[in-house]
């Protein structure tokens, strides 16, 4: 009867050997690496990615705000005086002028005639010029070849008559502007000569090529 109660025997587990930890320990060791001496590294030089970075940076420091410098001609615009002369009256003002007036006619007059003498001329060498090129089956040429900049000097060589032709136009421009210039002046002074109340009064002109642009009274 006991017997049915009896324990049965569990198996035995196989027992798991372990392999010394000194062989995996050794395994795990790593041998010991040949010290390298790193040579100097050459200058790379900079790349097309650098250089145009290094153009980007350089172009916004340009285009930061600067101290603002006047071009040449604006400082001529500023101080348009060449010089000061003194009068005792406005009639004597209006004499200058008057002078400067007849002058700036007279050449002016002669200008307009070798103006229209060079016209002439050019126009027939063009016509010249488009008839043989017709002939030729050319076009003609219109490019400014016999133009030279000397240090800003404008040097023409073997000027042709179209040349001289645009150097007087130039010309005749410039004296109908100082025509203009001296009569509004004129008129001017006819109107301070009006007031009246002028007697001891001293006037010290500031003229830029003889036409009077400022006018200082002096009591």
């Not at 009896?6 to 025997?9: D, E, L, V």
């Not at 008057?98 to 070798?114: C, M, N, P, V």
């Not at 000569?193 to 109340?197: C, K, S």
């Given at each position: 009867m006991?017997?049915?109660f009896?324990?049965?025997?569990e198996?035995?587990?196989p027992?798991v050997?372990?392999?010394p930890?000194?062989a995996?320990e050794?395994?795990v060791?790593?041998?010991?690496k040949?010290?390298v001496?790193?040579?100097p590294?050459a200058s790379?030089?900079?790349?097309?990615?650098t250089?145009?970075?290094?153009?980007?940076?350089k172009?916004?420091?340009?285009d930061?705000?600067?101290?603002?410098?006047?071009?040449?001609d604006?400082i001529?615009k500023?101080k348009?005086?060449?010089?000061?002369?003194e009068?005792?009256?406005?009639?004597?003002?209006a004499e200058s002028i008057?002078?400067?007036?007849?002058?700036?006619?007279?050449?002016?007059?002669?200008?307009?005639?070798?103006l229209?003498d060079?016209?002439?001329l050019?126009e027939?060498t063009?016509?010249?010029h488009?008839?043989?090129?017709?002939?030729?089956?050319?076009?003609?040429?219109?490019?400014?070849?016999n133009?030279?900049?000397?240090?800003?000097?404008?040097i023409v060589?073997?000027?042709t008559v179209l040349?001289?032709l645009?150097a007087i136009?130039?010309?005749?421009?410039?004296?109908?502007?100082?025509l203009i210039a001296?009569q509004k002046?004129?008129e001017?002074?006819?109107t301070l000569?009006?007031?009246?109340?002028t007697?001891?009064?001293?006037?010290?002109a500031?003229?830029?090529?003889g036409i009077p642009?400022?006018?200082?009274?002096k009591?």
């Open positions: 006991f017997g049915r009896k324990k049965k025997t198996p035995e587990k027992t050997t372990e392999e930890k000194i995996e050794s395994k060791t790593e041998e010991p040949a010290e001496t790193e040579k590294q790379e030089k900079p790349s097309k990615k250089k145009k970075t290094q153009k980007q940076a172009s916004a420091e340009d930061s705000p600067k101290s603002p410098q006047a071009p040449a604006v001529t500023k348009p005086f060449i010089g000061i002369k009068y005792s009256s406005v009639s004597e003002i008057d002078k400067e007036l007849a002058e700036t006619k007279s050449a002016l007059g002669e200008y307009l005639r070798q229209d060079k016209r002439t050019a027939r063009q016509r010249i488009k008839i043989v090129a017709k002939i030729a089956d050319k076009k003609p040429s219109k490019a400014d070849s133009y030279v900049d000397l240090n800003g000097l404008e060589v073997d000027a040349n001289e645009t136009e130039n010309v005749v421009k410039s004296h109908q502007q100082r001296l002046a004129r001017a002074l006819q000569d009006q007031a009246g109340a007697e001891g009064i001293k006037y010290m500031l003229e830029k090529e642009e400022q006018i200082l009274l009591l």
